[in-house]
């Protein structure tokens, strides 16, 4: 029952990465919100006939990023990453990453409905839902989790950038650096246009063109 119910909800975060797909962004906002509750009522049960998986055996293709980025998800002068995250079910269940990616996809739609509408809420959602998987994953060290922590931090960090917060831009761009030449990405999780853009945000954006103008 547990498993089924484990497909079942992993089944509804691939339903809402096809409905970003088509723009249907308020439907899959439905579709991931009902997901992530469901995912909570299986870690209130703590059935240790589904365990979590250990920080260092999860599986590089239990999270899979769609082959299309999402249209109408870019910055002006920044590269949002923009391709949401499908789950494949492992030999055993994380649901501590399945979250994470069903509450990245969330984030990712709220942040093409701000870019759209210049609605400040739907920045502020999409604000709160990639704190909450930097916080969920702050303690994690496996690529794939390494690789969803990269992706809230180089999103958030284009939030605060347009929103003249740079400092906290700049620390987040760094921690980035760092991650990614560290090896946090050690698994083909990026194609390498993508990994190439983060890397391009962290090279020319460390010095905001506004400070570099008011020096």
Not at 79 to 95: A, E, H, Q, T, V
Not at 167 to 182: G, K, P, T
Request: charged fraction near 20%.
């Amino acid at each position: 029952k547990m498993i089924q119910s484990i497909q079942q909800i992993i089944h509804m975060n691939n339903e809402g990465v096809s409905l970003l797909g088509t723009e249907d962004d308020q439907k899959a906002v439905s579709v991931f919100t009902t997901s992530l509750l469901a995912l909570q009522r299986l870690l209130g049960t703590k059935d240790q006939s589904c365990p979590l998986k250990g920080s260092a055996e999860v599986d590089c293709a239990t999270a899979l990023p769609a082959k299309e980025s999402l249209r109408h998800l870019e910055g002006k002068s920044y590269y949002i990453y923009n391709r949401p995250l499908s789950i494949r079910l492992g030999n055993s269940s994380d649901i501590q990453l399945y979250s994470a990616c069903t509450i990245l996809n969330l984030a990712m739609a709220y942040h093409r409905q701000a870019k759209k509408t210049c609605n400040n809420l739907c920045t502020k959602k999409a604000e709160s839902m990639y704190e909450m998987i930097i916080t969920l994953l702050q303690s994690r060290t496996d690529a794939t989790s390494m690789s969803v922590r990269i992706i809230a931090i180089n999103n958030i960090s284009e939030i605060h950038y347009e929103s003249g917060r740079f400092d906290q831009a700049r620390d987040e761009l760094q921690w980035l650096s760092s991650a990614i030449h560290q090896g946090g990405t050690n698994c083909e999780f990026f194609a390498q246009r993508d990994l190439d853009l983060l890397l391009l945000n962290i090279l020319v954006l460390l010095t905001p063109p506004h400070a570099a103008a008011a020096a």
